[in-house]
Structures are given as C-alpha cells and as structure tokens.
T-cell receptor, first 109, second 113 residues
C-alpha cells in the first residue's frame, strides 16, 4: 500500500523567503504526483502535476520536482507572499490517489 | 475554476437515515471521484467512476454506494448513515486518469448525529 508523508507538518516564514516543501512516498511505481493547495473550509486547488516520465514542472513562482528512485518530491515556492498561506498537499497515483497529510504554511507580512 | 457543483453543501441528519450527495460537472470529463477528509486521516478515496455506469471501489468504500447514470452526475449514497461517516466529502473530476490533474469541488460537510 502506498504511503505518502509530508514534512514538515507546519511551517511559518517571513514574506519574501524562498521555501521548500517535502513529500515522500513508499512505492516508486507511480503514475502521477500532484501538488494541491487547500484554503480553510475550501476544496483543493490543483497546482502542478508531474507525470512519472517527467522530472519537474513549473508554474509561475512554483516549481515541483520528482525523484522516483528515492521516492521524493519537493515543491519550491519562490518569493513567498501572505497569499500563499494555505495547506499544501501532495498526492500520488492515478485513479486510486493517495494523499499526504499536508504542510500548513503561514507566510507572515 | 472547473465547473463542479456539490449539493448539498451542508447536511445534518440522524443515524440510520439514508443520505445522497450529488456531484454535478459541466466539463464533460470522463472520470469522477468521491473522497472524504477527516482530521488525522487526510483525504481518502471512497469510489470513482470511469464512465457512465462504470464505477470502482476506493480505499474506504464500505457503507457507501455510487451511481453514474449521466456523464455530468455522480451520486454518493450512504444507505444507513452512521456517526463514523461524519466527514467532509469532496467530489473531483479528471479528463484522463494518468495525465491530467484532478479538480475538486468545494465539499459537503455532513454531520450524522
């Protein structure tokens, strides 16, 4: 059974700082890895999807990397802003997607 | 935003009653999913559909059934609700299970007393 772990569980940084969120998974035979953000009381917003044949994806200030051999993915956020405050979730798989517990990010003005 | 509507958004009901949650999409996507989100357990897949009348079980399917009679609608039914099914339920859609992202609705908060 695929297990997905996200570290740290919570992170607080000052505005403008670059930061990295980590995601690890136990089974390297994955199809996709997807990063989401979730605001309180809301649904999930898809940020980036990395297919198993890819190494990274970029969207604006976000960059996600995938290393299947080590079972790890990172989400890099450049020049963080207070609006980036949310819980960030990674998920692995295709139809039967398994989620990590998330990292709760707070960006202080 | 992906065109996904979940109804109702909030519901309170009693143990033993049947409950049906509806997910409606306007994107004509083939794949639809039901998840539940609980503190300490995160998001877990209940059931999913890969086409009209085509469904399969997820990680936590016991006590739930689903139906998909039209591309745009995916129903989740709790035949006899229990307190352990109190949760936030999310619907998601995807055009392709392997290369396209899943997009989520805003959720239904269900309380079973």
């Amino acid at each position: 059974k695929q297990e997905v772990t996200q570290i740290p569980a919570a992170l607080s940084v000052p505005e403008g700082e670059n930061l990295v969120l980590n995601c690890s998974f136990t089974d390297s035979a994955i199809y996709n890895l997807q990063w989401f953000r979730q605001d309180p009381g809301k649904g999930l917003t898809s940020l980036l999807l990395i297919q198993s044949s890819q190494r990274e994806q970029t969207s604006g200030r976000l960059n996600a990397s995938l290393d299947k051999s080590s079972g790890r993915s990172t989400l890099y956020i450049a020049a963080s802003q207070p609006g980036d405050s949310a819980t960030y979730l990674c998920a692995v798989g295709d139809n039967d997607m398994r989620f990590g517990a998330g990292t709760r990010l707070t960006v202080k003005p | 935003d992906a065109g996904i509507t979940q109804s109702p958004r909030h519901k309170v009901t009693e143990t033993g009653t049947p409950v049906t949650l509806r997910c409606h999409q306007t994107e004509n996507h083939r794949y639809m999913y039901w998840y539940r989100q609980d503190p300490g357990h995160g998001l877990r897949l209940i059931h999913y559909s890969y086409g009209v009348k085509d469904t399969d079980k997820g990680e936590v399917s016991d006590g739930y059934s689903v139906s998909r009679s039209k591309t745009e609608d995916f129903l989740l039914t709790l035949e006899s609700a229990t307190s352990s099914q109190t949760s936030v339920y999310f619907c998601a859609i995807s055009a392709d299970s392997s290369g396209q992202p899943q997009h989520f609705g805003d959720g239904t908060r269900l309380s079973i007393l």
